[in-house]
């Protein structure tokens, strides 16, 4: 009986099960992962603008701070 039973854990599939994978489960864990990479990319999106806009204050402090100190 042991050479016929399956000998990974009780979570693991047999190599040669005939089970197969669930196609609503597969549909579920594609959705998410869209749903966490659109979230990701509005994270990215909102610290680039943010980067930029940092830069840009940068930019215009370094040009009109030395008037004001000079004079």
Known sequence: MTMLTHNG??????????????PA???AAAARLAMIKRFFMHVLMLLGTG????????LKVAV????????
């Open 9 to 22: 854990g009780p979570l693991e599939r047999s190599l040669y099960s005939s089970e197969r994978p669930d």
């Open 25 to 27: 489960a597969a549909a």
């Open 51 to 58: 980067i930029t806009m940092a830069a840009i204050m940068a």
């Open 64 to 71: 009109y701070l030395p008037r004001f100190i000079h004079r």
